[in-house]
Nanobody, 116 residues
Framework: QVQLQESGPGLVKPSQTISLTCTVS??????????WSWIRQPPGKGLEWMGV???????YYSPSLKNRTSISRDTSKNTVYLQMNSLMPEDTAVFVC????????WGRGTQVTVSS
């Protein structure tokens, strides 16, 4: 059973950069042909797909976020990262890590609040 655990700073100020971590257990992030996505949900709104890194390390981003978002991984730690810069209050959301191929797995998410 693959498990995903997100972690992050919680509260950040506008214009700052966040780095979120998705620690994976029970499976390898290099397993063919899984893709590992970051998805966020602002309060009272729907899910927004942010970007993905696949089993081979290739990345793809939402066009609306690609200029502020970077997804990377550390295979030795079996961990996927999300970095997002120039944060604004409207970036406040629960950020969730997702894995998908033949099966789909979700983390519980980590709250990020952007406020001065």
């Amino acid at each position: 059973q693959v498990q995903l655990q997100e972690s992050g700073p919680g509260l950040v100020k506008p214009s700052q950069t966040i780095s979120l971590t998705c620690t994976v257990s029970g499976g390898s992030i290099t397993t063919s042909y899984y893709v590992w996505s970051w998805i966020r949900q602002p309060p009272g709104k729907g899910l927004e797909w942010m970007g993905v890194i696949n089993y081979a390390g290739s990345t793809y981003y939402s066009p609306s976020l690609k200029n502020r978002t970077s997804i990377s991984r550390d295979t030795s730690k079996n961990t996927v990262y999300l970095q997002m810069n120039s944060l604004m209050p409207e970036d406040t959301a629960v950020f969730v890590c997702n894995a998908r191929w033949l099966l789909e797995y979700w983390g519980r998410g980590t709250q990020v609040t952007v406020s001065s």
